[in-house]
């Protein structure tokens, strides 16, 4: 959508920006300055582009072109990169007092309430008297060891939550553990109260807060054209975050007034308590500071912790000598007691060298905190103006190969003659947490954190990789985070060519409205359109959701322009009828797409086929011989297999109170039937890489392509970097495909007689009736890779969704298949048609969720006309299923899930008899997995009610589930469904 709305305002922006680059221009020839290097910068952005998604790799690259100091301008901003440690150790040192203050970002500045913190704040008296406070009373020693109980107390817990792994074949979620570990820590530490005890939506709080500080603000580089932060939603998304925060800031400080008001002075002062204390005592403090303040040690405290230790296990697993080395310190020295104390830590010298080494390699804050120069100074000869932004990469600095003998090699035995074990950066060749001024004010208590978590999982535990995984397996990819933002690329490209563009474009514009002008057809009625983009800008993130509420303003039919593109979209039953069987025929065929085209091998497949020979014969394959009833049945043992293995998964969690991840759990099992049948190997057997090439080509189905909407600027896919990922989506893809078919080839020349899959019967047909090609075979794979695979997931998550929200409905169906089963232990598939509520579950979900919300587009063959509107030929058709199953004229009370409302309906198998439910589609272009689907719903739905009794994380109520649905081809739950599951009693073990 930042995208969209940018090239919607291409002409205003140009002539915001014209004047601006001519001044800047203007400027830099003006200036007598020696600069440091400056690397090739573009119109408008500067050397934006040239971040990259993780600065510090593409800045080290960088620096290797144009040394250890270079000057950037980042949109309107001057900024020098420092990449090595003797030019750290000049602005950190020598010129520490220069350039000790920050440069204002637009998420930094609201979530820490105008830069009343510590880590954000400017340079100045404030900032000083909260820094002296947070040395003195929140920090200092004496406070850190008073803290020791709490460390050691969560660090045992969480050992615990862990041993219930033990001996089992799951793999425990390392990364949520810690995470969750350090975050109680940190609550317990500041606000008096567990993580648990605030609940899973301090996570969801933490997570969005995190985001939006590592999200990319376009007022903090081209402040001229700052309100289009709010066309991206970006400062929407930022204000609601800020109410989030501050919200639980102030029930916190309440609790706190309330104790001290009761005077319920027994328990230990929390952070909370200091601050409140200094604020009366010393009047200086402010309520927003107190906020401020507790900011940084949300973010901080909860975040960096848990990365460092996530990081250090991760290479311990690469390198399985390091581990060994430092288990057997760890355990020797601590023997038999059960856990390692903090108290032992000071004698675990190889550990501690672990822990600089990760901290070498993967420092959490790798650009630290960006900080700003107070006046004009000079390093190394080059001059560096006031209000320039310093960024520090003590990523590359930690791998300078100037410095480090072998940098990219995990070696912590390179610190064990080091004295300086405690991280204070003496020659600024490592440093994690900054030097100066602006060092982080945490540090010890990082680090203490850090060692008595890694200390005890090494001494706990014996920790192997999941079954079939090698540590050349272990992925190093790193995210994006808090300290400097993942620029949209996209974004930033399309502002740099703003001048080509418009000079391409405003040709196009003439030539648009001139045709426009000159149409006699009575077209359906059309909201206002920008120049350019027509309605794109109204599709919103869930086009869905926005085009519904469009159709009640503008009526069931409306006519948009997306881009070039003429667009009906369809919102009522009656209007999905005329379309779906009055004129199937008429607009039976698809738009091009470039995702779907690239992905199904040019539309050689059933789902995106322009309708032609080719697709009727496809079509007629897959019902006769793919999908026919008989082949659906064959596959039953499959579908039953699969749902008692996860099943068993679940039941590994039942009566701990480690909640289940269900959209994990659902996600996998769907994706193994799908293999299982199509490709004949289970999804355990294709191993990960399954999931990340599903992932991902979802991901590209959903994408935007700048080509699909203006042609004339297709180039532009190139340069968002959208294009080359769908090649690379593709490549992988197609080695997939081709390694299942070359199996299946060589299976058949040994003559293997195991059971047909959906391969075998594509290359048996290819064999004898000539005519299928093997794009045609991978396109079908394709079909049934994504829609196998995700929208049965996705439909059995909404359900247990909103059965959660609704217990009373999870009781009804919960009855009636336990009644039904009784205690033979499982649903079997011919339990099924005798349980009739639950397909009124099913079907009720459906109409609330479709997965696909606006069905697959349809393509006009020929004009023709409904409700007396034209509608061309070669116009693009959306259906709203999403809208029309919400539709208030035909359904009551529309939002609420009541299944009984399909009771007395014979239409149980979603035929779509009267269109006012149509998850599938209709007429020649309806889903053909549809009744496969829907069986492989069914049984894994009914299982889960059978097998396992439901309740939400502790201190998590049913208003508290996040009902948000991520964008997508197939619209998923945005947040995954975790729930505590507790084994049925009647259920035989």
């Known amino acids: 959508m930042a995208l969209l709305h940018m090239i919607a305002s291409l002409p205003f922006v140009v002539l915001l920006l014209l004047p601006l680059l001519l001044l800047t221009r203007r400027k830099e020839g003006s200036t007598s300055l020696k600069l440091p290097p400056v690397p090739p910068k573009l119109p408008v952005i500067g050397n934006l582009h040239q971040l990259g998604r993780l600065p510090h790799h593409s800045l080290s690259r960088l620096s ?548 032609g020979g080719p697709w009727r014969e496809l079509r007629r394959i897959s019902i006769i011989e793919l999908l026919s009833a008989k082949k659906v049945a064959s596959f039953r043992s499959i579908r039953e297999e699969e749902v008692e293995r996860t099943v068993n998964s679940i039941s590994s969690y039942s009566g701990s109170s480690l909640p289940v991840d269900l959209s994990k759990e659902l996600i996998t099992l769907t994706s193994t039937i799908t293999c299982r049948m199509a490709y004949g190997r289970s999804y355990h057997d294709v191993g990960g890489r399954f999931q990340m090439i599903l992932n991902e080509v979802e991901a590209m189905f959903g994408g935007f392509f700048i080509a699909d909407y203006l042609p004339i600027i297709g180039w532009a896919d190139w340069i968002t970097g959208m294009r080359a990922r769908l090649e690379k989506s593709f490549v992988d893809l197609d080695r997939f495909f081709q390694r299942v078919l070359d199996e299946h080839l060589d299976r058949v020349q040994q003559q293997h007689d195991s059971g047909e899959d959906l391969v075998d019967i594509l290359l048996r047909m290819q064999k004898d009736e000539k005519s299928l090609t093997t794009d045609q075979i991978k396109g079908v794979l394709m079909n049934v890779f994504i829609g196998g695979s995700e929208t049965s997931s996705a439909t059995v998550i909404w359900a247990m969704t909103e059965l959660m929200r609704h217990p009373q409905v999870m009781r009804k169906a919960q009855e009636e298949v336990r009644s039904l089963v009784g205690r033979k232990g499982k649903v079997e598939e011919s339990d099924i048609d005798q349980l009739r509520y639950l397909k009124c579950v099913v079907k009720e979900t459906m109409r609330l969720h479709p997965v696909v919300p606006m069905l697959i587009p349809r393509a006009t063959l020929q004009h023709f006309k409904i409700n007396n509107y034209d509608v061309p030929s070669n116009t693009t058709i959306l259906i709203n299923a999403w809208a029309i199953g919400r539709d208030a004229s035909y359904w009551e009370s529309p939002e609420v899930l009541k299944p009984e409302r399909f009771m007395n309906s014979s239409d149980v198998e979603f035929a779509g008899k009267d269109f006012n439910s149509i998850p599938f589609g209709e007429g020649r272009r309806i889903c053909p997995g549809k009744h496969l689907g829907i069986k492989t719903i069914e049984i894994m739905l009914a299982n889960l009610l059978y097998s396992f009794d439901w309740e939400l994380p502790t201190g998590m109520t049913k208003e508290d589930i996040n009902m948000d649905e991520a964008p997508g081809i197939t619209v998923h739950k945005r947040h995954a469904l975790r729930l505590l599951a507790t084994k049925y009693s009647g259920v035989y073990s």
Request: hydrophobic fraction near 40%; charged fraction near 20%; charge should be neutral.
């Open 64 to 611: 290797q072109r144009y040394g250890p100091l270079m000057y950037l301008k980042l949109g309107h901003e001057p900024t020098v990169v420092v990449s090595s440690a003797n030019m750290a150790q000049e602005i950190l040192k020598t010129h520490d007092l220069e350039c000790c203050s920050r440069q204002p970002r637009t998420s930094h500045t609201k979530l820490s309430y105008g830069c009343s913190d510590i880590a954000f704040a400017v340079y100045g008296g404030p900032w000083r008297e909260l820094r002296r406070i947070s040395i003195i009373e929140l920090f200092s020693a004496k406070k850190i060891a008073s803290f020791r109980s709490i460390r050691e107390e969560e660090v045992e817990r969480t050992m615990s939550s862990i041993s219930s792994y033990s001996s089992s074949s799951l793999p425990v979620d390392l990364s949520k553990e810690l995470i969750a570990l350090t975050s109680t820590i940190t609550c317990r530490m500041a606000f008096g109260r567990s993580y648990h005890d605030v609940g899973s939506r301090f996570q969801i709080i933490l997570n969005e807060a995190q985001a939006v500080l590592g999200g990319f603000f376009i007022a903090d580089y081209l402040p001229i054209i700052g309100w289009a932060d709010w066309l991206t939603g970006m400062r929407a998304r930022l204000e609601k975050n800020f109410i989030d925060l501050d919200r639980f800031y102030q029930q916190v400080l309440d609790e706190h007034l309330d104790r001290a008001q009761q005077q319920q002075r027994d328990s230990s002062e929390d952070l909370v308590d200091i601050l409140l204390r200094m604020q009366k005592d010393e009047k200086s403090l402010t309520t927003d500071q107190i906020k401020g303040v507790l900011m940084n040690v949300f973010i901080g405290g909860s975040d960096t912790s848990s990365a460092t230790t996530g990081w250090a296990m991760t290479e311990l697993m690469r390198h399985p000598q390091a581990m060994e080395k430092a288990q057997e310190e760890v355990r020797s020295l601590v023997g038999s007691k059960g856990k390692v104390e903090e108290s032992d830590i000071d004698q675990l010298h190889y550990l501690k060298c672990v822990v600089k080494e990760t901290m070498r390699l993967h420092p959490v804050v790798p650009m630290l905190i960006p900080r700003t120069t107070l006046q004009h100074f000079k390093i190394n000869g080059y001059d560096v103006p006031p209000n320039t932004t310093i960024l520090i990469n003590a990523w590359a600095i930690g791998r300078d190969g100037s410095y480090w003998e072998s940098p990219e090699v995990f070696k912590p035995e390179r610190f064990m003659n080091s004295t300086d074990l405690e991280f204070a950066g003496k020659d600024f060749n490592m440093i994690p947490f900054g030097e100066g001024r602006r060092i982080c004010p945490g540090k010890n208590l990082g680090i203490k954190t850090v060692e008595i978590m890694l200390a005890n999982l090494l001494y706990s535990f014996d920790w192997e990789l999941p079954t079939g995984t090698t540590k050349e397996d272990i992925d190093m990819d790193e995210a994006p985070g808090v300290t400097h933002p993942e620029v949209s690329m996209a974004l930033l490209r399309m502002i740099a060519s703003l001048p080509f563009v418009v000079l391409l474009l405003l040709p196009l514009l003439l030539l648009t409205r001139r045709k426009e002008s000159s149409t006699s057809l009575k077209l359906p009625p059309a909201p206002p359109r920008l120049p350019l983009i027509g309605n794109l800008h109204q599709l919103g993130i869930l086009p869905h959701h926005s085009l519904s509420r469009l159709s009640q303003r503008y009526g069931p039919l409306m006519y948009l322009k997306l881009g070039h593109k003429p667009t009906i979209v369809v919102s009522s039953a009656n209007m999905a009828q005329e379309i779906l069987q009055t004129h199937d025929l008429e607009c039976c065929s698809r738009p091009s797409r470039t995702s779907y085209t690239k992905l199904s091998y040019g539309c050689s497949d059933i789902a995106f086929a322009a309708y």
